[in-house]
């Protein structure tokens, strides 16, 4: 009989000690919400490459959350350490009233560690070497006025800014929230992390979503602010730009950036670095390495970590559903101020700058771009925007970094 | 009110410093691209004066190659060839001075190895 009591004792135990007891209702729909992502970047390949171990990170951390758990110190007597079969000389002491207390540390949870670098704003920078150097600044070079494009649509956050703000985000919330207008998940995290890190779930969730949603969310907008006549204008084509000004390039932007917006410094230098082992030309194997193998194990780190931020407790609130919707009208108004900038440029040229590319403002890259192409075509098959568009679009990574230094600037 | 105020300065602010610094990008973009553009035309001018004098010059590669044409009129290997045997050498040694005394056809195939060699060497092209 007493074999069955500690039998049963033994699976009582292990049942109170598991998920099954521990885990929150929340928990169990933020699990669901982990499939529903899986399932839109698996099937769907809606930004796979991030999605997926977003999700994965939310989902892990979700089912086991001392995942993230972070590192603790207790103070215990000489009894309390030997009797938990520890030795007492590997722990540094403190002596309280007389009583020596032992500083028994236990570590974190494994994405403890690597959030770090996400916390420390390790990881957007990185990812921005890896951007930089998978990025040909050629179209932009040819056509700088471009960059008016790629400044126009980073107008959408701070409009989006004074939205939040009526909607009662501190201005630490609501630049966090307002940065998911320029389209650009690292410069969204790097903010984030920075000025109000508990959003980080969220608003990488709310980022990364748009981002992938581009397709669906920014034709419609293009369509209404244009004409017909408009879609269909054919660009002039761009100018070869020689291999010196593409080294200069990074050089120059990094300089005056960095003087003008020191905040901006960390992900625009970064940009231009790997924009510079790839242009010169003398460190093919480094900008090889920044372009694969560095930027995808970023990848796997920033994607999982930001998704193990996402805990039912911090991700189902009203605040969640206020930053989605804020982000979405972000997002809508970069495009918009994007194509509105196009418009005036094309009224300003005589008709030679198709508005469309200005839709390609917002940064992501390349989707914006084959966008203005797609519907540029769907008027004027014959119609080539992609390359135009490409000049806003990488304006657009710059332009999102400056408008990030403006936020932590003013906010930070 | 303070947030709000705070806000709409941030708007202002934020778009101006925005578009400042993108259109101080444009024109020194522009600037630098027309002093790269010119430099760069101005050697290139400056290649062609060099490539047209050298061409009116008696001891050019064009003089030297003329000489060449004596081996295509043994027959055994076509002029067609010698010319173009000429601009690969030509363009090999670049702007240096070129002579091409004779121009022979090998003989033979030679060896199974040596063949071999040669297909591995000249595979890629």
Known sequence: MDIFNSLWESIRSIILESGLASLTWENYVMVCISFVLLFLAIKKQYEPLLLLPIAFGMLLVNVFPDIMASPTTEMLTEAQVLQRNLDPSSYTTTALNGVTYYNVTENGGLLYYLYQGVHLGIFPPLIFLGIGAMTDFGPLIANPKSFILGAAAQVGIFITFIGATLLGFAPNEAGSIAIIGGADGPTAIFVTSLLAPYLLGPIAVAAYSYMALVPIIQPPIMKLLTTKKERSIVMKQLRPVSKVEKILFPIIVVVLISLLLPDAAPLVGMLMLGNLFRESGVVSRISNTAQNELMNIVTIFLGVTVGATATGTVFLSAKTLGIILLGLIAFCMGTACGVLFGKIMCAATHGKVNPLIGSAGVSAVPMAARISQKVGQQENPANFLLMHAMGPNVAGVIGSAVAAGVLLSQIG | ?125
Not at chain 2, 49 to 70: D, G, R
Not at chain 2, 94 to 109: E, F, H, L, T
Not at chain 2, 111 to 123: P, Y
């Open chain 2, 1 to 125: 009110m303070g947030n709000m105020e705070f806000a709409l300065n941030l708007l202002l602010a934020g778009v101006v410093i925005v578009f400042f610094v993108l259109i101080l990008l444009i024109i020194i973009i522009m600037i630098y691209g027309k002093i790269v553009q010119t430099v760069q035309n101005r050697s290139k001018n400056k290649n062609t004066e060099k490539a047209v004098k050298k061409a009116e010059e008696p001891n050019t590669f064009t003089a030297v190659a003329a000489p060449k044409a004596a081996p295509a009129a043994d027959g055994t290997v076509p002029g067609e060839v010698v010319a173009v045997i000429a601009a690969a050498v030509c363009s090999l040694y670049g702007d240096k001075p070129v002579r091409i005394k004779s121009v022979k056809r090998s003989r033979g195939s030679g060896s199974a190895w040596r063949n071999a060699g040669l297909f591995e060497n000249t595979k890629p092209f």
